[in-house]
């Protein structure tokens, strides 16, 4: 737990405090709201509204100009919680992904087969010759349904063996392992986990310190979900592409990668009040209101509007995460102003109150 402003909070709400008092330098710095366009007062009825509308809160993040403006923990969660991610580790393969072929090791284009010719099937269709790189990366590999992952056996010879009745790249199913599949890929051409493989490359300039990504029987990072971080850590993924790839001048990742990741790439709906119909890019969910967002079971979301210059990052174990995404758009979206406010000590204390006592309260409900 850190020191904030002279004290310990396991549920904080930090604006400049931490920069004037030896702000991490891995750390993204701090502001106060009304410096970066949007009143404490509407920060504190945004993390009001989670605690009561979002099941199980855990935490949240909100990053303005690229400066944390809010964060909050329920106890006993803490800023030094790692979660787990579940889906939202997608996002973050797809960028191991991304990286391998700037490095030129693949292409978007590569057939899928071509990596692994000794588990592939003896005689396999003409829809799993035709699956590429890019029908993993866009959920759109012609499979009906989700291969079986059997623990005792090879995960890639199984994913290679299920049916694929429909042209790839004309299909849209979500499909964690696909996202296997990509892992996979990169290790192959690599020589590396994409664990590993990050860890110089995202992860360090980053300073996201201590993750953890779990593996399947043959050794192979999960990639589908299985990665723990800190919830800063997914605020600065996020912050990542929204800075199209740039990090304290540093190019980690090329911007026609993050604009062709982030992008509409597979239709998936068309239902305009559902974030989960918006279309789908490289592992990242289109969203309403021009946003994207990488996101996991249970309601762990990486939500980057770019027309706002504002990342949110959030973690709970809710069963209804389209309502947990509404209160983003319902109370603070339209609250992101374009000019600095006067400041609001008074409403700053009162929304240090409001956070310190945060507990984690209820239950996912049973579906």
């Known amino acids: 737990m850190r020191a904030v402003s002279g004290f310990l909070m396991v549920a904080v709400l930090t604006f400049s405090l931490r920069s004037a008092h030896g702000q991490d330098a891995k750390a993204l ?7 970066q366009g949007i009143s404490s007062q509407a920060i504190g009825a945004f993390i009001a509204a989670l605690d009561q509308k979002v099941t199980t809160m855990h935490s949240v993040v909100v990053v303005r100009h690229g400066k944390v403006i809010a964060e909050a923990w329920w106890q006993p969660q803490s800023p030094e919680t790692r979660h787990v991610l579940w889906s939202l580790s997608k996002s973050f393969c797809s960028t191991a992904v991304g990286l391998a072929i700037a490095e030129g090791k693949l292409g978007l284009d590569d057939e899928v087969l071509k990596f692994f010719p000794e588990q592939a099937p003896a005689q396999p269709s003409k829809n799993l010759r035709e699956m590429r790189v890019r ?3 866009c959920m759109s590999t012609g499979h009906e349904t989700e291969p ?10 199984l994913f290679l063996a299920h049916p694929v009745p429909h ?12 996202t296997y599949m990509q892992s996979a890929i990169v290790q192959k051409v690599t020589g590396q986990t994409v664990f590993d493989y990050l860890k110089p490359r995202l992860f360090e300039p980053l300073g996201i310190e201590k993750p953890r990504w779990d593996t399947s029987p043959q050794g192979i990072s999960l990639g589908g979900y299985g990665l723990f971080v800190r919830t800063e850590d997914i605020a600065k993924f996020g912050q990542l592409y929204l800075q199209k790839g740039q990090w304290q001048g540093r190019q980690l990742l090329t911007s026609a990668w993050v604009t062709q990741a982030t992008s509409r790439q597979t239709s998936n709906g068309s239902n305009p009040k559902s974030d989960w119909d918006q279309g789908y890019g490289y592992q990242f969910w289109r969203c309403r209101h021009g946003a994207f967002r990488g996101d996991g079971k249970d309601g762990q979301f990486c ?6 210059d504002t990342v949110i990052a959030i973690t709970a174990e809710t069963g209804d995460m389209q309502g947990e995404l509404n209160v983003v758009w319902d109370q ?8 600095p406010l006067p400041e609001n000590g008074e409403a700053v204390q009162n929304m240090r109150k409001l956070v310190d006592n945060l507990r984690v309260k209820g239950k996912k409900p049973a579906k």
């Open 29 to 35: 710095p701090r502001a106060t709201p009304e410096s």
């Open 135 to 137: 029908d993993l990366l």
């Open 148 to 157: 079986k992952m059997a623990p005792d056996g090879d995960w890639v010879k």
């Open 167 to 178: 042209k790839p790249g004309t299909h849209f199913k979500y499909n964690t392992p696909a």
């Open 303 to 308: 939500v980057v509007l770019p027309e706002q």
């Open 332 to 339: 603070l979206l339209n609250k992101l102003g374009n000019k």
